[in-house]
């Protein structure tokens, strides 16, 4: 049972750790981060009352890989940029808004 939040965001960290121990090395450790952070702060009181422990992070399968031979690179194609055409249309009255009254000595 925990009675400080700085117990509490400790234990939390087991969730995204879980998830971390799955992904590709080099990605992003929020679990660290968060233990950082929760280091960081000050010493807090207890709550005054007990809050149940966490339970257990679930098993997370593993991350299923694609066929043999797939690549995150494209080659043979051959791109070209599309022509857009834009046609400006020019004002009749330039710096002029239709509707609008201005007076002078402003």
């Given amino acids: 049972m925990a009675k400080n939040i700085k117990d509490l965001l400790m234990s939390a960290t087991a969730f995204p750790a879980a998830i971390e121990a799955k992904l590709p ?3 992003p450790k ?3 981060m968060l233990a950082d952070v929760t ?3 000050p010493s ?3 709550f005054p009352f007990e809050i149940p422990d966490l339970p257990a992070p679930p098993e997370l399968p593993a991350i299923p890989q694609g066929p043999e031979g797939l690549r995150k690179v494209i ?5 070209t940029p599309v022509q857009q055409r834009r046609e400006i249309i020019p004002s009749p ?3 002029v ?3 609008v009254l201005t007076r002078r000595g402003m």
């Fill in 25 to 27: 090395e080099g990605a």
């Fill in 93 to 95: 009255a330039v710096g």
């Fill in 75 to 79: 080659s043979g194609v051959d791109v």
């Fill in 39 to 41: 280091g960081m702060l």
């Fill in 30 to 32: 929020l679990s660290t």
């Fill in 97 to 99: 808004l239709p509707g």
């Fill in 44 to 46: 807090l009181p207890d």
